[in-house]
DNA sequence: TAACATTCAGACAGACCTGTTCGCTTTTTT
DNA sequence: AAAAAAGCGAACAGGTCTGTCTGAATGTTA
């Protein structure tokens, strides 16, 4: 097999969304992925890098999806960020969505000094300065401050989203970012 | 002693604030409160009860400073909303302020079915029927709408306010808050 | 087919988990 | 001051945790 790799993170990933972190043992994760113990510690060194993989993988496939769909909108005046709220609506009601991982991560290590909280961290400043980026690019004044606004939204409703899965949220928060949007034009 | 419950609650809210609720073992618990194991469990019939109880105390607190804080405002039109947006700002900038509690409580038992997680996602859903409520006493037309709006950026905004506690992420949300609340009048 | 690398199952260490039960001591009430 | 209640420390049960190591069984490459 090549992809041992691959197949544990899949099922790390499966079994963290689904139990949490703390509650998804080492022993499980092998067992749930037909692999030996020193597998898994051949090619993650700790449990704690292990969730760190988890993490950039998460984030890298949110962005990889964002930035093809949004490709040919970019530098289209407004309708980039119009389109972006429209492709988070979307995101967050798959029914495969969980939850941002990073706040997995950061409120089950609540410490700033771990490793896992401290990249959870590091992943929602990520995100708020992809989406300052893109309301800069879109010629909206205070970047800056519209970025970090449709960061709160968005975060925010994929939490109640993921709380409360029918209860609308996903397509309040997005009109809520709409009328932020228009406000900050 | 007549205060053991309240002194092992206020250890317990220490402990799964700074360290998490799984890293919060019961052992630990009674160690930093100085009592013994067997008065917790008469208390506390089980630490899933010692987490609802933390949860329930922080849920009261906050309602109570709010509507204390609000009393003489409310039935005023809109300008209830207003104060509520700026009070709502003062609250997650306290150096106390640690996150929302409920966001702890679903994150870290993600399972639907555990009283946990049922419990913090009926705290999430009350401070939307306070907010949807409160919308409608000022005369807000789609108070529902509105209510689920200013519980996202709440959330939203104690989350990131958190996580990155000096980027201005209170203000901001309070500022979002408030077009929002402008915009549906 | 022979040599090499990878993966396997499982034991092991040392620590921690929740919850129960035990006498013994302290506090409160009558 | 005597009786009742409450709390203490400590041990116990049965389980789980991360991480290491071993020898045997696979798989890959030459």
């Known amino acids: 097999m090549k992809n041992m ?18 509650a998804s043992g080492v022993d499980t994760i092998i067992a749930e992925s037909g692999v030996a113990k020193a597998t898994l510690y051949k090619y993650f060194p700790s449990k704690n890098q292990l969730i760190i993989e988890y993490l950039r993988e998460k984030s890298n496939r949110f962005y990889a999806w964002i930035n093809e769909k949004l490709a040919d909108k970019k530098g289209d005046s407004q309708e980039v960020l119009f389109e972006l709220c429209n492709l988070y609506e979307q995101w967050i009601t798959t029914p495969e969505f969980n939850g941002l991982p990073f706040h997995i991560g950061s409120v089950e290590f609540p410490d700033p000094a771990h490793p896992v909280h401290h990249y959870s961290v590091e992943l ?62």
């Open 5 to 22: 790799r691959e197949k544990i993170l899949t099922v790390a990933t499966q079994l963290f969304e689904s139990r949490g972190i703390h």
């Open 124 to 185: 929602s400043n990520e995100l708020q300065h992809y989406l300052s980026e893109l309301a800069a690019i879109a010629g909206i004044k205070d970047a800056q401050t519209l970025g970090q606004q449709l960061t709160i939204i968005f975060e925010g409703g994929a939490m109640i989203e993921r709380l409360s899965p029918d209860s609308g949220a996903a397509r309040r928060a997005k009109n809520a970012a709409i009328t932020l949007i228009k406000a900050s034009i």
